[in-house]
């Protein structure tokens, strides 16, 4: 063999355990015929392994040596470099993982992939099977989540609505009928008419912090605020049948079900590169992900939005009114426009939006 | 298991190798020698195993994790030289890997089960509160039986009833504010009339109540529950003929709670304080609220960063100082000031450089909590011989322990 004709002379004088007391034993170790020998230098007392059968340490700079032996065995060398060198002399190999590791442009090399994947995994990758799980997840778990979020927010934050039970009743019409039309235009001029996904619409009163306020959960329960409905019931109802249409469009996105499982798919994966070192580090890429994904939404649910009001008949600037409103009311609140960073914030801003329903 | 404390001679139980048993001789007769720990792992080193196993880590969605995790502790290992002498990792990844995949599987289904139904959530709570504590030993059992030093392994004995036992204090309080919850808030229904939003608001109250003197009565039993969890830990790890004991009186883990108390919990406190005064002034002037949401941030971190290190430095100290065998004495002088300092430093630059230098912070921690730790020997190692058969567990327990390959913290 040629490995072993080579390697014959390579002897590497190191320390001998053999599992049973902690008395090291100095030996002579060589590697021939595909066997690892080590002979005693105190009784010259001979011992044999298979070399597919010896767990060998992997190289590196830093760090003792220690082969584990079959038996129980354990051979120990204390410096590196000297064993790294009789290793590679007898003919063993590093695998290819450990000579990626050991490389410095290798290592800049996976520095770049990783960034890669971590981006490409972000755009795209968990957006993708956030997709696929959400179409596999059946139905009724979406319901059941979506009922137990409401009752929550029940418990929590809402209270029954004080609006008369007509007022109510004819937002949910002229939104109904909205959507009739809509549906009806959408299949004459052969776009295919999908049908809109079921809805079940709530009133409630709501505390000052959420103001006027809508917003769809998982399952297609989607909740109005009392405030929101005083402050455009009267001058601009078609805005609110514009509201509901961009509920409306999460529902049919499903983008709650979506958000909770990006987010989580993103907390794994900060928590893969992140790890145990902090949960505190960890959970900033998570709250980041959730307000970017979150403004891909509501462009998403925008576009629904706009698209629907064309199809019915309403003029999608009667959502100017709204954007105006709420910013006036912010302003006599006296909460600055723009107080956070757009990283952080979970819709796009008013003025992109504004263009996007004023444009003719 | 602790024949090693009460028996006059430590040697009595090791299996006999005849040569060995015959020439050991009672370790009381030998000086007292200091066996020195040091730490000789290089950060950019590890950087570069790091960035590697997250590469691969991260092409096959996670499943190179358990493999990661060897190689990193064997990484550790090597670099760990007690008395000149490196510790050996023989944990295998394949069964490390069943673990790992049992673990997940144990952690999405209980954050599915929450999100689906209070009656789920509660069921899988308990079952989890259930499991922990054999799932902990066993992780204890496989971590121990794979580390070596000398070509002999270490072992951890700890019987399961004692583990279950070290648990209550923490599960007690915890397990009524859960069912107090379930059964107070669980099943309402949204309030429609006003007699039913009254019955809410009593239940809210008595929730409120309940959850208060249970959240009390947690932190109160704090202390008792960590000196407990110690208490087994510590009276379990064996090497070579040697048992551990830990002798701390539970008034020891009191007084550390209460000195990190009072640095690290009350500046937080006092910041709620501030900011129940601050926030009304910010009211009507929206210009200062950046500063004070900043303020408050900042105050927000620095108890992380302050108290946790403090706790770890502390805890560390107390609990390593206490821990004896017939033939060593350990003791551990960790600066809690260095720790803090380092762990400050870690984060910020783990922050700036998007976490790239989270292996440069690992190993440099390693090092400081490793080199202040001290064992003081007496008798001659070469004469120790091992406890049980190599290669085999000593216990059925152990087994499941590989079986599981559980291996949680560092």
Known sequence: MDRASSAATARLQAHFFDGRSARPQRVQAWVSAGRLH????????????????????????????????????????????????????????????????QSWPYAALALLLCLGLVTGLWAWGVPWAADRAVALMPGAVEQQIGAQALSWFD????????????QQNAIAERFAQALNKAQARSAAQGRGARPWPAYRLHFRAAGEAMGPNAFALPGGDIVMTDALVQLLDQDSPQALVGILAHELGHVQHQHGMRMVLQAGMVGTLAGLVVGDFSALIAGVPAVMAQAAYSRDFERESDAV??????????????MLDFFDRIEALRKKKGGSDNSLPIAFASHPADAERKRFFGAP | MSDAHTGADPFADTIAVEDFAAAASRPASSPVRRLKIAFTGS????????????LLSLLTLGLYLPFAKVRRIKYFYANTLVDGEALSFHGRPWPMFRGFVLLVALMGSYALASKFSPTAGLLAYLLLCAMWPALWRAGMQFRLANTGWRGLRFGFSGDLRSAYLAFLPVYLPAIALMVAQYFLLGDMKPATTPEELAKFEAAMKLNLAVSGVCGLLILGLAPWALACIKRYQHNGFHYAQEQTQLDLPTRRFYGLGLRIFLIGILPLFLTGVLAAVLLPLAKGRPEIFPFVFVALLLAYLFFFAVSGPLFNARLQNLVWSGTRSP????????????????????????????????????????????????????????????????????????????FFGFDMGW
Do not use: C
């Not at chain 1, 011992?47 to 129980?72: N, S, Y």
């Not at chain 1, 029954?160 to 007509?166: D, I, N, V, Y």
């Open chain 1, 38 to 101: 080590l002979q005693s230098e105190e009784d010259q007392s001979l011992r044999h392994f298979e070399l597919q059968e010896v767990q060998w340490p992997e190289r590196q700079r830093h760090g003792q040596r220690q082969a584990e032996l079959p038996g129980g065995g354990l051979l120990s060398h204390h410096d590196g470099k000297t064993w790294d060198a009789w290793a590679q002399a007898s003919g063993l190999r590093d695998s290819l993982t450990v000579r990626w590791m």
């Open chain 1, 155 to 166: 418990e929590k934050m809402l209270k029954p609505s004080q609006l008369p039970q007509a």
């Open chain 1, 305 to 318: 939005a706009r698209q629907l009001m064309l199809d019915a008949d309403i003029k999608p600037n009667v």
């Open chain 2, 43 to 54: 950060g950019s080193e590890y950087f570069r195993i790091w960035i590697v196993n997250v």
């Open chain 2, 327 to 402: 033939s060593l004495q350990f003791d551990s002088r960790l600066k809690a000031r260095h720790l803090i300092l380092l762990t400050l430093k870690n984060w910020l630059l783990t922050a700036l450089t998007l976490s790239l230098y989270r292996p440069f912070a690992a190993v440099a921690t390693a090092r400081l909590r490793l080199e202040s730790v001290g064992v003081d020997l007496q008798g001659d190692l070469d004469r120790w011989v091992s406890h049980a058969r190599l290669g085999q567990s000593d216990t059925a327990g152990e087994a499941a322990g590989d």
